[in-house]
């Protein structure tokens, strides 16, 4: 057992993990946070995309004490039920979810995303999100969304679809 010390989502966290035990493992069973999902343990399919250190991360690929020292945010920590992120509030406005597994991870991707290229055009998005698959959209809305949520957060008005 190795004790791995990180904040996730603004709080600091101390926990005894395994050595080989994965970061989306000690999120999901240890901590509680089961948005992050766990879809395929290949990193194909990118549902347990979170953010470490501001990039965007497969935690299924990232064992839990590579996060020693790190700032890890998940879905849950990007927004509440009372106050959707910007990105939370497009993909809900575009229909850019339909089942919803894949989209913690396409949100965190987007907020990756966001932060880098604040402005990105269709080519770079669908780039972007190459890494997360999606088996319900056809990816339309995703991309809708992430234009919305990139408008948004510039500060630029947005006509919602109906």
Same mark, same amino acid.
């Given at each position: 057992?190795? !004790?791995? +010390?990180? !904040?996730?989502? %603004?709080? &600091? *966290? !101390?926990?005894?993990?395994?050595?080989?035990?994965?970061?989306?493992?000690?999120?999901?069973?240890?901590? =509680?946070?089961?948005?992050?999902?766990?879809?395929?343990?290949? /990193?194909?399919?990118?549902?347990?995309?979170?953010? *470490?250190?501001?990039?965007? *991360? +497969?935690?299924?690929?990232? $064992?839990?004490?590579?996060a020693?020292g790190? /700032?890890?945010?998940?879905?849950?920590?990007?927004? /509440?039920?009372?106050? $959707?992120?910007?990105?939370?509030?497009a #993909?809900?406005?575009?229909?850019?979810?339909q089942? =919803? #597994?894949?989209?913690?991870?396409?949100?965190?991707?987007?907020?990756?995303?966001?932060?880098e290229?604040?402005?990105?055009?269709?080519?770079?998005?669908r780039? &972007? $999100?190459d %890494?997360n698959?999606?088996?319900?959209?056809g990816?339309?809305?995703?991309?809708e969304?992430?234009?919305?949520a990139? &408008? !948004?957060? &510039? %500060? +630029? /008005?947005?006509?919602?679809?109906r």
């Amino acid at each position: 057992m190795t !004790t791995v +010390k990180m !904040t996730v989502n %603004g709080q &600091a *966290v !101390t926990r005894d993990v395994e050595n080989r035990q994965l970061l989306v493992e000690v999120l999901r069973d240890g901590l =509680g946070l089961t948005g992050t999902h766990q879809g395929c343990d290949t /990193s194909q399919c990118g549902c347990c995309t979170v953010l *470490v250190d501001g990039r965007a *991360v +497969k935690s299924c690929t990232m $064992l839990a004490v590579q996060a020693e020292g790190c /700032s890890v945010t998940t879905i849950e920590g990007l927004g /509440s039920m009372q106050a $959707l992120h910007p990105i939370q509030q497009a #993909f809900v406005d575009c229909h850019g979810l339909q089942c =919803g #597994f894949c989209t913690p991870g396409m949100i965190m991707t987007t907020a990756a995303l966001l932060a880098e290229t604040p402005e990105p055009d269709d080519d770079t998005i669908r780039e &972007a $999100l190459d %890494g997360n698959l999606c088996r319900c959209t056809g990816y339309t809305n995703i991309v809708e969304a992430v234009r919305q949520a990139s &408008a !948004t957060m &510039a %500060g +630029k /008005s947005v006509a919602r679809p109906r």
